[in-house]
């Protein structure tokens, strides 16, 4: 699920559509559920969520240059029940649950690069990867290296 409207009440993720997904979430656990948003991460129950560190300090109120990534992830996990994975650009991401943490590199990219599309791509790789069967650390690896291929400037994509 992609939220990235910058208004509330705007676009198709209302109300309305977080209490279906929270219904859906909860009543298919088996399900790889996996929501990003830009302004309302926190508003997402019982999915995966991707945000950034921005994102991901802002919706819980914390101040992003003292907080570190894992500080910022337990507490999204707890508001939102489930793992959260934090994208953290060139450092690669973290993922939480469980009260475990788990740090995935980058892949070190020695093009000049465009962000655009980074997140986008890391959220297909995590979905695909673990609806076929992979385990969230390992979808996160995957992920980074779909994201070092996206954010590649000039060079042929294969």
């Given at each position: 699920f992609a939220d990235q409207m910058p208004e509330a009440g705007c676009g198709v993720i209302g109300q309305q559509v977080h209490d279906v997904i929270h219904t859906i979430a909860q009543t298919r656990q088996h399900l790889p559920l996996f929501a990003d948003s830009?302004?309302?991460?926190?508003?997402?129950?019982?999915?995966?969520?991707?945000p950034n560190l921005h994102e991901a300090t802002h919706a819980c109120q914390l101040d992003e240059a003292t907080t570190s990534a894992q500080t910022a992830a337990a507490q999204l996990s707890q508001r939102t029940q489930r793992p959260v994975v934090v994208t953290l650009g060139a450092a690669g991401a973290l993922i939480y649950g469980d009260g475990i943490s788990t740090s995935v590199a980058a892949i070190p990219v020695d093009a000049p690069i465009d962000v655009v599309g980074a997140g986008d791509s890391v959220m297909a790789a995590l979905a695909i990867s673990t609806a076929c069967g992979a385990s969230l650390v390992e979808a996160t690896q995957i992920a980074m290296l779909v994201a070092g291929v996206t954010v590649q400037i000039g060079r042929a994509h294969v």
């Open positions: 830009r302004q309302r991460i926190a508003d997402f129950r019982g999915v995966i969520v991707k």
